[in-house]
């Protein structure tokens, strides 16, 4: 198997081949974070029965791909099956045969349905098929191991995991595949003789997020900064349309996911549902809780909790860095090339909220260095009551060892150093979320420096420094 990191999925799929009882997972995610490739590499692309379901195809397109799987996989028909409910009643006939393959380590028969909300075309009855094959049949087979996987996030949360229907508590166990950490893309990097310095790396991943696939895209023949011009700038780039396909791909009207992102782009503090919800383009209601929801299933926003605040008063930021690196620079086009834009005020300002961001998607790795990967946190934002003209802190990682760490994180081109201006700033924010907050745990303020830390005159205010290295570790 030549699976990168992914441990804990692994681990999901073994306790599969190991049970005793019938699964049914599910496996979803954001478009090109690798969740076909898992599967078939962890399985040795062996399955008892494999298919892929065809984007825009309509249902007798589906019906036939899936009858030229049961005949790869050894069942002979003549015709292609009339309906779903036929076609799933010929593949209960293949896996009862004798001749099926068996996976050889658990003799368990394993059934992969790939791309599954696209087999779901209008009117068709598909998830009707579905349903009955697995309530009348599958669920009663102790050595099957059924796996649907698709990018269709809304599809598949909606019609298969808080589903109050047929697939009602029917999923035994869901995978959600999400971007790889640093220490990930260095290994991916390595495997593809990709050389790049770790601050290099860093700021990729403020371009491409860890998507394995746009990770895979890069020449090791060019820097950085060339992939990124040839890879995004270029229209015959592979990544130049890939913000609209995306969101495409993943949601059946995505316009409203798209305005909510759009407008978290330019609030790098994030918003309030409430504060959203007044925006027109995004609405309020179910629809923009469905919405919220999909998209912190798929990774690119988050839900924080504001430190002063009751949970209804969350706050939402945007995580992605490739949605942030997308609307700030392709869709909202000024130059032409990538080198144009370095240097620029626009880019010091995404990097500076990019970097930010890296750090949001990995908190464990800020923990492990800080030393309380065993201690119980939980992670905060806050904002001073003055409101957009007060103190803001991204990130308080609030510890039940009476410590609580105000993060600040920076990215410069050489290594950070505090000067007058930045220590007036950090004890101003601590002194008014100490007053307003009324915290009576130690406070900590931790920088958090990409490119390494210079000490000075300064230094003396931040507990904790971590550096860029540390932000790679498994």
């Known amino acids: 198997m030549k699976i990168i990191g992914r441990k804990h999925e692994k681990d999901v799929l073994l306790q599969c081949l190991k049970s005793k009882r019938p699964e049914f997972v599910a496996v979803y995610g954001r478009r090109r974070v690798g969740k076909t490739y898992l599967i078939r590499e962890y399985f040795n692309q062996q399955f008892s029965f494999y298919t892929t379901g065809l984007t825009d195809e309509k249902t007798k397109g589906q019906l036939r791909a899936f009858n030229e799987s049961l005949k790869t996989c050894g069942y002979v028909s003549k015709t292609p099956p009339k309906d779903w409910f036929e076609a799933f009643a010929w593949l209960r006939e293949l896996l009862e045969s004798d001749k ?171 918003m309030t549902r409430t504060e959203l919800s007044k925006q027109k383009a995004i609405g309020g209601g179910s629809v923009l809780t469905k919405n919220l929801r999909e998209l912190e299933e798929c990774g690119f926003i988050r839900r924080f909790s504001n430190y002063t605040k009751e949970e209804n008063n969350a706050v939402y930021q945007l995580i992605d860095p490739f949605t942030l690196f997308a609307i700030a620079f392709i869709e909202n086009k000024k130059f032409d090339s990538w080198n144009e834009y370095i240097n620029s005020p626009g880019y010091n300002f995404w990097r500076g909220n990019s970097f930010e961001i890296v750090c949001l998607n990995h908190i464990n790795q800020i923990k492990a260095a800080l030393g309380i990967s065993g201690i119980e946190t939980n992670e905060f934002s806050w904002r001073s009551k003055e409101g957009d003209k007060g103190a803001q802190i991204d990130l308080i990682i609030y510890r039940k060892d009476g410590v609580i760490n105000i993060c600040e994180m920076k990215f410069t081109n050489k290594e950070y150093m505090l000067d007058k201006k930045e220590y007036e700033k950090l004890r101003n924010r601590m002194e008014k979320f100490q007053d307003e907050t009324g915290a009576k745990e130690a406070i900590h303020i931790t920088l958090i420096c990409g490119n390494g830390y210079k000490q000075n005159e300064y230094s003396g205010i931040a507990q904790n420094i971590i550096v860029g290295d540390e932000l790679f570790e498994d």
């Open 100 to 270: 099926v393959y068996r996976e050889p380590i658990n003799n368990k028969r394993v059934i992969f349905l790939d791309e599954l909300p696209w087999m779901d075309t209008a009117r068709s009855d598909f998830k009707s098929a579905l349903d009955y094959f697995w309530n009348s049949w599958a669920s009663a087979q102790e050595d099957l191991v059924l796996i649907v996987c698709g990018s269709a996030t809304s599809w598949i949360i909606t019609n298969l995991l808080t589903s109050k229907k047929g697939f009602h508590n029917r999923v035994t166990r869901r995978i959600h595949l999400v971007a790889f950490t640093l220490a990930e893309c260095e290994k991916l990097f390595e495997m593809n003789e990709v050389v790049m310095t770790r601050s290099q790396m860093i700021e990729s991943y403020m371009v491409f997020g860890g998507v394995p696939h746009y990770l895979n895209r890069l020449d090791p023949r060019l820097s950085l900064a060339q992939n990124i011009n040839e890879l995004c700038f270029k229209e015959y780039g592979e990544l130049h349309n890939e913000y609209y396909n995306l969101f495409h791909s993943l949601f059946a009207k995505p316009e409203k996911h798209i305005a909510i992102l759009e407008t978290l782009a330019k609030k790098k503090e994030g």
